[in-house]
């Protein structure tokens, strides 16, 4: 069968908006009010029951999120911090803008996150926190983790990919009481094109991720903006930082989030129509778990089959530049950590699993605004590709 390549490309994933975000933002516009301020915390409320957190702090990025919450457990020169290698740079970067070590954990090959045994072999005394991420949106064993963890080891769990899913348990990430990072990124299942945010049940933390996030001000500038009797006089104790949200970027946020049970199905339609299509076609498997989680999907994650990769001719990355050829925006998520020179310097480790998932992992688009016959038309130029 001769394909017809398609005019447009397919991008791996897109944000989808519509008038009613067009139509906050311009609101927010005219109120006189953009930066953060009511917008923000109305946000930072329903996210919190949306997610089942007790305290939500909005910030400018994850990576943001995930250097607050280490520094707000303590978190500092000479400690070491546990994260996969199959990850975004933030989760290792958080720890060393604090003088911290990022220690390389091996991942399970069915979920592609990392496991409480890795994570057991990998611990020191000089252990501070652990990061596990919920990659491509499918939950990581956040409590066979925490069941291993000695006294004053700390988990903060990278949900970048994960606004949306569930554990095993049926609860919401967040809900657990750790502290959990948000990414509000572009092509996240809820974008504000930039944006973050930090969960936790501690209000302890919750605070000390509210005041650093904004210099450490004792009243930001909404406070002193709607309060003529608030003023500041120089009262800062502790070195803070600039990585607050905006009005701007919630108002963006409280209809994506309005909207994510349909955004949600949307992508979980669009999953189905990949697995139904590829999964007994022997040339990609896919993401599993134990106990049925459900899965965000922010990711359409599969593993190529080494064997029709061979019998084609075709390497990972060639099939990936030939599929881009066909107007279609594969990509790889990700690269392992601990092979690049920067960390491979800090830890040098072999990761057998992750170094095998890596060399045949593949991300093939998926976003609320595809449509099945976008999902058809990829399958159709990988089943042709890897026939």
Same mark, same amino acid.
């Given at each position: ?204 933390? #919750?605070?000390?991720?509210? +005041? *650093?996030?904004? $210099?450490? !001000? ?7 903006? /709607?309060? =003529? ?96 050829? #066909?107007?279609?925006?594969? +990509? *790889?998520?990700? $690269?392992? !950590? ?7 310097? /800090?830890? =040098? ?39």
């Amino acid at each position: 069968m001769t394909l017809e390549k398609r005019s447009e490309y397919l991008a791996f994933g897109r944000p989808d908006f519509t008038e009613q975000e067009i139509d906050a933002v311009v609101a927010v516009m005219r109120s006189g009010w953009i930066g953060q301020g009511n917008e923000t915390a109305a946000f930072e409320s329903e996210l919190a029951q949306a997610t089942g957190a007790e305290h939500v702090l909005s910030v400018n990025s994850c990576t943001s999120a995930l250097f607050l919450s280490l520094l707000a457990l303590g978190v500092g020169e000479g400690d070491e911090v546990i994260v996969p290698s199959l990850t975004w740079c933030s989760t290792a970067n958080a720890a060393l803008y604090l003088g911290a070590r990022p220690v390389f954990a091996d991942i399970d090959p069915n979920t592609f996150c990392i496991t409480p045994e890795s994570v057991a072999a990998r611990l020191t005394e000089r252990t501070k926190a652990v990061i596990p991420v919920h990659m491509g949106g499918l939950a990581a064993d956040i409590d066979g983790i925490a069941a291993i963890l000695p006294e004053g080891v700390s988990i903060i769990e990278d949900a970048a990919h994960a606004i949306g899913t569930t554990d095993a348990n049926g609860r919401p990430i967040g809900a657990s009481g750790n502290l959990v990072c948000y990414s509000f990124y572009a092509n996240k299942n809820i974008s504000t094109a930039e944006g973050g945010a930090v969960a936790t049940a501690d209000k302890e933390l #919750a605070d000390k991720v509210r +005041s *650093l996030r904004l $210099h450490a !001000l004792p009243a930001d500038a909404w406070r002193r903006f /709607i309060n =003529p009797n608030v003023t500041f006089n120089g009262g800062i104790e502790q070195l803070g930082y600039k990585m607050n949200y905006t009005d701007l970027q919630a108002a963006i946020g409280r209809v994506q989030l309005a909207r994510l049970p349909e955004m949600q199905a949307r992508r979980l339609d669009i999953a189905r129509r990949y697995i139904s299509r590829l999964s007994n076609q022997g040339i990609v498997s896919f993401q599993e778990a134990a106990g049925q989680p459900e899965h965000a999907h922010h990711l359409m994650l599969v593993r190529l089959s080494k064997e029709r990769l061979e019998a084609a001719g075709l390497t990972r990355d060639a099939l990936l530049m030939k599929l881009r050829d #066909a107007n279609i925006g594969a +990509s *790889l998520h990700y $690269h392992p !950590l601990h092979k690049m020179p920067l960390y491979e310097a /800090i830890d =040098p480790i072999d990761l057998p699993e992750t170094e095998e998932l890596t060399r045949h992992i593949l991300t093939l688009p998926i976003s609320a605004s595809m449509t099945t016959a976008d999902a058809d038309y990829v399958c159709d130029w990988l089943l042709d590709m890897l026939r």
